[in-house]
């Protein structure tokens, strides 16, 4: 299947979940997860509209935005304090910021190299920290506390990668942003839904799908 119809398949499961959530498509990002593939098919991806995509290591996601700096590449994968400044360097946004002292790594190498990074909080309310990374919600307040409003590092959203039988996760997801929107006094996005469970991720309110192998195809390892 080529990547055009690929993504023709992708909208239309988009349009069908909104429909059945009521929702506006052009609401919701699809933003496609471009680990593990390569250039050339980011390249064809590009042709076709898309310009924002998601990466999981800071080495690869880093190489591709050199080699392709009219692209921007969303961190997506767990962030090591000592990789804080070349994600700050190569990357758009990150969505793995899920303790303080990555917060605090962060704010000094944003002040240095002198860039603005909107961050999301990656959340994890199952306990499943060890393997995918993310923060408890008992986490959050000192998380945001470190983050010090800092005006180098806006607060974008939450994100999170549920597991795949939790049929409850997302309305949970969805529950803890209006908590925290409330608490806040800001709007956050919410991303969560991949491939296999975007629709149920649009009909609880997700406004980011993160979308792999239904995008691009298996990945090579
Ligand atoms: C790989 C990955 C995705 C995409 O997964 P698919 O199942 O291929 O759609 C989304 N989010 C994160 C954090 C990932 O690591």
Redesign the pocket.
């Known amino acids: 299947m080529s990547l055009r119809d690929r993504i023709e398949g992708l909208q239309a499961r988009i349009q069908r979940a909104c429909e059945a959530a009521g929702r506006e498509p052009s609401s919701i990002e699809l933003l496609p997860?471009s680990?593990k593939q390569p250039l050339s098919l980011i390249r064809e991806a590009a042709t076709l509209g898309f310009t924002r995509f998601?990466e999981?290591y800071v080495q690869e996601g880093a190489d591709k935005a050199v080699a392709l700096p009219d692209l921007s590449f969303i961190l997506?994968?767990p962030l090591q304090r000592n990789k804080a400044k070349p994600a700050l360097q190569h990357f758009a946004e990150i969505q793995s910021l899920d303790r303080p002292e990555l917060a605090e790594r962060l704010r000094r190498f944003a002040e240095e190299l002198d860039v603005i990074r909107p961050m999301w909080i990656q959340v994890d309310l199952w306990d499943e920290a060890t393997k995918l990374g993310g923060c408890t919600e008992a986490e959050l307040p000192a998380l945001i506390e470190s983050l010090g409003g800092d005006p180098r590092l806006p607060m974008k959203g939450l994100m999170a990668?549920p597991p795949p039988d939790d049929r409850a996760a997302f309305s949970e997801l969805a529950t803890l942003r209006e908590r925290m929107q409330q608490d806040l006094g800001q709007s956050l996005r919410l991303s969560m839904g991949?491939?296999?469970d975007l629709e149920a991720a649009i009909v609880a309110g997700s406004d980011q799908i993160?979308?792999?192998?239904?995008f691009f195809g298996e990945r090579s390892h």
């Open positions: 997860v680990k998601g999981n997506l994968g990668i991949m491939s296999s993160r979308i792999g192998t239904a």
